[in-house]
């Protein structure tokens, strides 16, 4: 989580919502990283864990992400969770809840849903209060 929060602080010194992802392979390695690039890229789907899965599945050359875990900053939104599930990633370790748009557990459970047919472990709270912190601190900035 320590290099996912350190990305949310790129991606936010870039003018990106600060959300930093990472996935690490079964053998515990980071394999591949993604922050928010929707700006840059003028590209709505171009979120943190979307960069990151993207990114992974070059470097394994599968689509398959089993074994994997993903940590992220914040809650998956429903395109994210929708990729991380087709994805078929293993774990998912999350900081901050997204009461707006949270996938996971918060607003919608698509994990757990009829939706979806993989199962998915999802850990959720891991350094919270920071991720939370780095949002709140990102948007009060922005809106001056």
Not at 21 to 42: Q, S
Not at 86 to 111: C, E, F, H, M
Not at 115 to 144: D, M, P, T, Y
Request: hydrophobic share 45%.
């Amino acid at each position: 989580m320590d290099r996912a929060i350190a990305l949310a602080k790129e991606a936010g010194a870039a003018g990106e919502i600060p959300v930093g992802a990472v996935i690490v392979n079964k053998l515990g390695e980071a394999i591949a990283t993604g922050v928010n690039r929707k700006e840059r890229d003028r590209d709505p789907t171009a979120h943190a864990e979307i960069v990151a899965i993207r990114s992974a599945s070059r470097i394994l050359q599968d689509w398959h992400l089993t074994g994997c875990t993903l940590y992220v900053t914040l809650e998956p939104c429903p395109m994210c969770a929708g990729a991380i599930i087709q994805a078929r990633v293993s774990r998912l370790v999350y900081g901050a809840d997204d009461p707006k748009a949270g996938a996971i557990r918060t607003v919608v459970n698509l994990p757990d849903s009829p939706v979806s047919f993989h199962k998915l472990e999802a850990i959720a709270g891991i350094r919270e209060r920071e991720c939370q912190e780095l949002l709140q601190a990102w948007f009060k900035n922005l809106r001056g």
